[in-house]
């Protein structure tokens, strides 16, 4: 461990607060418009979610993928739902010369679908490997 993450989890509820309040405040940030703030706090926020994720404890399973498989159908209507937006992005930028999708929607949808199609991938490996 660094120095920094040291300090920041030496205190009993800080890496919490950093991390939410990081998040509130990047949300905040994006309503009020002040983007000068933006990328500090985007950076922090990164920074804060690779610590929890370094050091999340966790059984085994992803507690994302735990929550995705949970329903029957959030698989597919995540997949299929990211496919269709996207799919209609590059419609109306090819087609109708216009945006449907501003910049801060697209990128988490970009995410949603490549990780949404890295679960299915590994998933079916998955089960030709137990086959």
């Known amino acids: ?31 009020l418009q002040i983007f000068e703030l933006f990328i500090p706090l985007f950076l922090f926020f990164i920074y804060m979610t690779y610590l929890a994720i370094k050091n999340y404890k966790s059984g085994g ?12 159908y959030l698989p597919s209507l995540l997949y299929f739902g990211s496919v269709g937006l996207i799919g209609y992005e590059i419609h109306c930028n090819v087609i109708k010369k216009t945006e449907f999708l501003n910049e ?10 490549f990780y949404m199609t890295y679960k299915g991938l590994k998933r079916t490996e998955k089960l030709k490997k137990n086959k």
């Open 61 to 72: 399973t992803d507690p994302i993928e735990k929550l995705i498989y949970s329903n029957k």
């Open 1 to 31: 461990m660094d120095k920094l993450e040291k300090l920041i989890y030496s205190v009993k509820y800080l890496p919490q607060i950093l991390y939410f309040g990081s998040a509130c405040l990047l949300i905040l940030v994006i309503f």
């Open 104 to 113: 801060y929607t697209e990128t988490p949808l970009y995410i949603l679908f």
